[in-house]
C-alpha cells in the first residue's frame, strides 16, 4: 500500500539550527496521526514540509507516491487547519468556506452549494451568512474545519487547531474531529505538544523532540511502553527510575517506567514493597495524586476516587508488579 506521507531522510535547516534532523516517517492512507512533541521539536516544521510552506534541506517526501520537493502548497492535495483559523473578518461564513472552490475557478453556484454542504458536514448548517466576528472560538474552528475539507483534500493538516479553546469545548472537539475523520475515511495529521488530545484521537503517535523522531506506536505501545526516557516523561506522568532502582525489583540494571496508577499504597509493609513518605497530595476529582519520597527517589502515585488517602509525612508503602515495571532502551 502506498503511504499516504512518506519521509525519507528528511531534513530542515535554519542556518546552524536543525529544526528537523534526517526524519524517516510514513503515514498511513485514512490513518488519523498525531505529531507530538513540545516546542522547539520539529513537529510544526514537519507538517509545513507536508504542505509545502517549506522545502526540505536534503531527503525526499512523498504524497500517495508523488515525489513533493519544489512543488508549491497549491499544487499539492493537502488542506491545512491553522491554530488562529485565519478567516478573513470581511467575508461572510459560506464566501469563507467557498474561498479555496473560488480560487480554483468553480462557478459561483457550485461553489456554494459545496460550502453548505460542507457547513452541514461540521454542524453548522444556516450559519453562511454569518460574519467570524459574531461566531464562538468552536464555531469558528469549525468553519475553518469546512474551508478546508470543501477542497476534498487527500491529507487534512491540523496545526494545534483546538488550543486556542476552553478545555470543555476542547474535550468535544476531539470527539467531533475523531469522528468525522472515522466518516470521512482522510488522512489526518495532527500536530499538538498536548498528549492527551495525541492520545485520545490518534491511530498511531510519533513522539518528537530535538528534530528527531523518539518513538512512532499505537497510543497504547506510547504510553505503556515507552522506548526512551524523554517518552516516558513526556507521554503522561510516568516514574522515570534509575538503574540501580530498577536492579533491586527486576534483576536487570537499565532504566525503567512505572505509570503513578500502577503503584498501590499501602499503609503496612507488604512483601518487597518500597518504604516511602508522602511529601503531598493532590485532589484532582477522579484521583488524588501523591509525591512521595522514596530513600532519596522522588516518586508519583495515583490513587481513584474514594480511595483511602494518607496524610502529608505518613509513612507507607509502594507495591506494585514487577511486569508493570517497564524496562527502557540503554540508551534512553
Not at 116 to 124: C, F, G, H, I, Y
Not at 196 to 202: C, F, K, Q
Not at 290 to 300: F, K, Y
Amino acid at each position: 500500500m502506498t503511504p499516504a506521507v512518506s519521509f525519507q531522510k528528511v531534513s530542515r535547516h535554519f542556518g546552524a539550527v536543525r529544526a528537523v534532523d534526517a526524519v524517516d516517517l510514513e503515514i498511513k492512507p485514512g490513518e488519523f496521526f498525531a505529531m507530538l512533541g513540545p516546542s522547539g521539536s520539529g513537529k510544526t516544521t514537519c507538517l509545513r514540509l507536508i504542505a509545502g510552506f517549506e522545502q526540505p534541506t536534503s531527503g525526499s517526501i512523498s504524497i500517495f507516491g508523488e515525489r513533493a520537493e519544489g512543488v508549491p502548497p497549491y499544487r499539492r492535495n493537502v488542506n491545512t487547519v491553522f491554530q488562529d483559523y485565519a478567516l478573513f473578518p470581511h467575508l461572510n461564513v459560506l464566501d469563507n468556506v467557498a474561498y479555496g472552490l473560488m480560487v480554483k475557478g468553480v462557478g459561483k453556484e457550485q461553489r456554494l452549494r459545496e460550502a453548505e454542504e460542507a457547513l452541514r458536514l461540521v454542524q453548522l448548517p444556516g450559519y453562511g451568512g454569518r460574519k467570524p466576528g459574531q461566531l464562538s472560538g468552536g464555531q469558528r474552528q469549525r468553519v475553518a474545519l469546512a474551508r478546508a475539507l470543501v477542497n476534498k483534500p487527500k491529507v487534512l493538516l491540523l496545526d494545534e487547531p483546538l488550543g486556542a479553546l476552553d478545555l470543555k469545548l476542547r474535550e468535544n472537539m476531539q470527539e467531533e474531529l475523531k469522528a468525522l475523520q472515522k466518516a470521512l475515511g482522510i488522512t489526518f495529521v495532527f500536530v499538538t505538544h498536548d498528549q492527551g488530545e495525541a492520545l485520545s484521537m490518534a491511530d498511531r503517535v510519533a513522539v518528537f523532540n530535538d528534530g528527531r523522531i523518539m518513538q512512532v506506536g499505537t497510543p497504547e505501545e506510547i504510553y505503556q511502553r515507552p522506548a526512551s526516557r524523554f517518552v516516558a516523561d513526556f507521554v503522561g506522568s510516568s516514574n522515570v527510575l534509575p538503574p540501580d532502582f530498577v536492579q533491586r525489583h527486576s534483576g536487570q540494571r537499565r532504566w525503567g517506567s512505572l505509570r503513578p496508577e500502577q503503584i498501590r499504597v499501602l499503609r503496612q509493609a507488604s512483601g518487597d514493597g518500597v518504604a516511602a513518605r508522602v511529601l503531598s497530595r493532590h485532589y484532582l476529582g477522579a484521583a488524588t495524586k501523591l509525591a512521595l519520597d522514596a530513600d532519596g527517589l522522588r516518586l508519583h502515585a495515583s490513587l481513584p476516587a474514594g480511595a483511602s488517602v494518607p496524610d502529608d509525612g505518613e509513612h507507607v508503602v509502594l507495591a506494585f508488579s514487577r511486569d508493570q515495571l517497564h524496562l527502557m532502551e540503554e540508551q534512553a
